[in-house]
């Protein structure tokens, strides 16, 4: 049971993306884990924590639980709570920690309880928070106003903003058009700007204070997309601080006159710069503490900062950072030239990149970079925000491919399977759905609209009783399908958004083969009185559900009375007949073959019947299944024939048969021994040979004979004769003429695809002698000089037509070379034996030598 459970718990959860734990519930012990378990808990494979307690895999807070309260309370706990989470620090063995999520859930499978646990690292998620707070504080200390808005009209504002226009609440500000807060007269210029930004990097604008005093101040503002729309930012500074400094600046030239004008305005200026110390502090802050990564580089695109995250991601230091260019960081050239382009004409980029560690490993970013201007508009350089978004490419990967798996196993089940919603309109079918109604437009329609007009009363009566039920099964009626009516059974199940019923799953399945079937029984049963009774030597009788004989025919009475010596009448039971009288071997079935003729399927059989004449006789039965109205099991109809003089025939058929299997497997093996003689006389006479050219050709003979040979072993080893398995006389044939040809300083890579390929004696021997010569070829002549030899041969069937492909990496054959001129031996043996075949050879040589052979498969009775 726990073995069945182990199984379904790695099929859940093989691919998820959080560590799952399955714990026996009465020792807390780990009875399984999953892959991502391993990963997040520092683990080389499952055997270092299988039969382990939780607890001990880390120190977490469960511990402490375990200690505090026994596993039988911490089972009701869970089971009362329907669930049980916290959160902790986990510590590994290795130090370092985690912040994770705990989730306890009990499971009962067959008699026994299991927990399943679930943990889930959000280290991340807590960085990405305190991130964002960080972020929306700086934003709100910043010195400068800032107005987000959208023509005009005010998207957000800071805190900032909200004190230079001395107001207390700053939601009230949204809505409100930006002009509104400045003077009458300066409107038409705020419109301007903020409507073409480029045009000037700043204005001045002014307003009146509550003192009714008129306050000066700049605005710039610059454009950014938001979800297809350009959204302005508009940055708004005290032009009159600006002023105040300058002039403070005068006084201070002429601070003679007035020692205690001095001071003060000594001690404003003070205040100014510990402000602007104070804001740049804070910048400084953000980039050092950003969990992103930033980059900035100058027009050329040479790197002039990076935050210490930037450092971490890349592994480079920021003193080796300051020497590269920003393009060394892609992996992609083409793909940082898109992103320059992008810079250059809409200011900015937002995408995902591949960048470039220092080791050369890739990792994929989603970056959103800018140009920097200075005050004057000019630009100075470009900054880049990125953050590394491998791992979650990685589960998007995997979630996909668990949708497409669950997408595939719908669109192809055997079954039509629809899902519709509340008002039986379909919103989503299989192809088999599409099938059975005859139609690929079926989105939008009722699936009444399919149902036969005849059976659409019953069909919604049904329909209503399931909407109380909530489930139906074994529904019949009949669907439309064009022109054609199908029998058709139906089972739902509803699908429920908390109490609310929403609609359907309903498996429709195609049952008018058996309803047809059904319906020809009845017909042959009608016809059964008149067959009985025929002049013909079958025996014949019909037999209810307990195998008792309700009708039979002369011939069935004939035979019983002759072999068995008993005197039929309806009403006996036909089974206590035959399971004294039949052999042991057909004993041992007889019941099952008449039970499931009372289940409704047709059966055949043979066996022997002890005779009282005789010895044996052969019966073959027939049983068919009959409806009968009203009852659940089916009655039987037999027919069955003696068949003894066919088994004899049959027989010495057999044994003739197998008489000349094994002549002629005899014969092979006597051709394949004597072809092996001729190779081993070839073999020696080579060793009294000392020319090198004849030697040569002693070894070239050999190799074809044991080509030759290879077809009769293949023959005399096969159960079929008349064809050669040449998908496996290939693989032997590449085996022996590369080991027989091994070169002396490398090795060669065989690539094969043999297919499965059968061929008539006639052409396997011509064939196989072609693939020799083209094999030695190569192993010999084709790889002087290369370093990584490979040697690919490819055989496949289609619409009765061989191909076989040899292709080679090697040096190729001379330019002016022609295969139909060539002097070698070999080679005019391949254009010999291709013509013998009634086939084509094409060659090319092109980084290496291809050979192509094509010839039509000659059939068994060709």
């Not at 943990?119 to 106003?145: F, R, W």
């Not at 600046?249 to 006159?257: D, G, H, M, V």
């Not at 019923?501 to 009185?529: A, N, P």
């Not at 027919?639 to 004899?648: C, P, R, S």
Request: aromatic share 10%; with cysteine.
């Amino acid at each position: 049971m726990k073995a069945e459970l182990i199984k379904y718990f790695q099929n859940f959860f093989e691919f998820s993306g959080y560590a799952y734990f399955l714990l026996d519930s009465t020792t807390l012990e780990i009875v399984d884990v999953n892959p991502k378990s391993l990963e997040v808990f520092r683990l080389k494979d499952r055997s270092e924590v299988i039969a382990k307690p939780f607890y001990e895999v880390s120190t977490c807070d469960f511990g402490n639980h375990v200690d505090q309260i026994t596993i039988v309370n911490f089972k009701k706990l869970i089971r009362k709570e329907q669930g049980y989470a916290y959160q902790q620090k986990v510590r590994l063995t290795q130090n370092n920690t985690f912040d994770a999520s705990f989730e306890f859930s009990l499971i009962q499978f067959g008699d026994e309880d299991f927990i399943l646990v679930s943990v889930k690292d959000i280290s991340k998620e807590k960085e990405l928070n305190e991130s964002m707070e960080t972020y929306e504080a700086i934003y709100n200390q910043l010195p400068d106003g800032i107005v987000i808005h959208l023509n005009g009209v005010i998207i957000g504002t800071n805190r900032s903003f909200q004190e230079l226009n001395e107001e207390e609440d700053v939601t009230s500000y949204r809505g409100k058009h930006i002009a509104s807060f400045f003077s009458e007269q300066d409107r038409e210029k705020i419109e301007e700007h903020i409507t073409h930004p480029e045009k000037g990097k700043f204005i001045i604008v002014s307003r009146k204070s509550k003192n009714n005093n008129w306050h000066k101040f700049v605005l710039e503002s610059f454009e950014t997309k938001y979800h297809d729309q350009q959204i302005t930012t508009t940055i708004v500074s005290d032009y009159q601080l600006q002023e105040d400094l300058a002039k403070e600046q005068l006084r201070a030239n002429l601070a003679s006159e007035a020692n205690i004008l001095l001071e003060q305005e000594i001690e404003k200026h003070k205040e100014t710069q510990r402000k602007l110390e104070t804001s740049q502090e804070i910048s400084k802050s953000v980039f050092n503490s950003s969990i992103d990564t930033i980059i900035s580089s100058d027009l050329e695109n040479n790197i002039t900062e990076v935050s210490p995250s930037a450092c971490y991601a890349f592994k480079y230091s920021r003193e080796e950072f300051l020497t590269l260019n920003a393009a060394d960081i892609y992996a992609n050239k083409e793909e940082f030239q898109n992103i320059s382009q992008s810079l250059s004409t809409d200011g900015f980029y937002i995408g995902e990149v591949t960048n470039k560690r220092k080791d050369g490993s890739e990792f994929t970013c989603f970056l959103s970079c800018a140009v920097m201007r200075n005050k004057k508009g000019d630009h100075i350089g470009y900054m880049g925000i990125s953050r590394d978004i491998t791992d979650l490419k990685k589960a998007e990967e995997e979630l996909i491919k668990s949708e497409k798996k669950y997408r595939d196993l719908f669109v192809n089940l055997g079954d039509a399977l629809v899902i519709v919603d509340n008002n039986n309109k379909i919103l989503d079918l299989n192809n088999a759905a599409k099938k059975l109604f005859n139609s690929s437009n079926c989105i939008g329609k009722q699936l009444f609209d399919f149902v036969h007009d005849d059976d659409l009363d019953y069909v919604k009566e049904r329909s209503k009783e399931f909407r109380q039920k909530g489930s139906i099964v074994n529904v019949e009626f009949r669907v439309k399908n064009g022109e054609r009516v199908k029998h058709v059974n139906l089972s739902s199940t509803a699908i429920y958004e908390g109490d609310k019923y929403v609609g359907s799953r309903d498996i429709i399945r195609d049952i008018t083969q058996e309803k047809e079937y059904q319906e020809l029984i009845v017909q042959q049963t009608s016809h059964l009185e008149s067959i009985f009774e025929n002049k013909s030597d079958v025996i014949m009788c019909t037999l209810d559900s307990k195998y008792n004989l309700t009708a039979f025919n002369t011939k069935l009475e004939e035979f019983i009375q002759h072999h068995l010596g008993i005197t039929l009448k309806i009403g006996m039971n036909f089974m206590d007949i035959l399971i004294n009288s039949v052999s042991d071997q057909v004993k041992e079935g007889l019941q099952e073959y008449y039970e499931k003729a009372t289940k409704g399927y047709p059966t055949q059989f043979e066996g022997i019947l002890k005779s009282l004449k005789s010895n044996e006789v052969w019966i073959e039965t027939f049983l068919s299944p009959i409806t009968v109205e009203g009852k659940s099991a089916y009655d039987i109809a037999l027919m069955a024939m003696d068949i003894t003089d066919k088994k004899e025939a049959e027989i010495e058929i057999t044994k003739s048969l197998q008489e000349k299997e094994v002549l002629l497997k005899e014969v092979h093996h006597r051709v394949k021994n004597n072809l092996q003689v001729i190779s081993s006389i070839l073999n020696l006479q080579s060793s009294y040979v000392k020319d090198k050219n004849t030697l040569y050709i002693l070894r070239e003979s050999q190799n074809r004979v044991k080509s030759m040979s290879f077809i009769h072993e293949s023959l005399y080893r096969s159960k079929d004769f008349s064809q050669v398995n040449f998908s496996d006389y290939l693989n032997n044939l590449i085996n022996n003429v590369v080991h027989t040809f091994l070169l002396p300083d490398k090795d060669v890579m065989l690539k094969t695809d043999l297919g499965a390929v059968n061929l008539n004696l006639d052409q396997a021997i011509p064939c196989g002698l072609i693939l020799n010569e083209l094999l030695t070829n190569a192993m010999k002549y084709a790889f002087v000089g290369i370093d990584n030899p490979e040697l690919e041969v490819r055989i496949h069937e289609r619409d009765n037509v061989i191909f076989i492909h040899v292709e080679d990496n090697g040096i190729g054959l001379p330019k002016d070379f022609r295969i139909d001129e060539t002097n070698s031996l070999g080679l005019q043996l391949v254009q010999t034996l291709t013509d013998q075949l009634d086939g084509t050879l094409e060659l090319k040589s092109k980084e290496g030598t291809k050979y192509l052979l094509t010839f039509e498969k000659m059939n068994q009775s060709d």
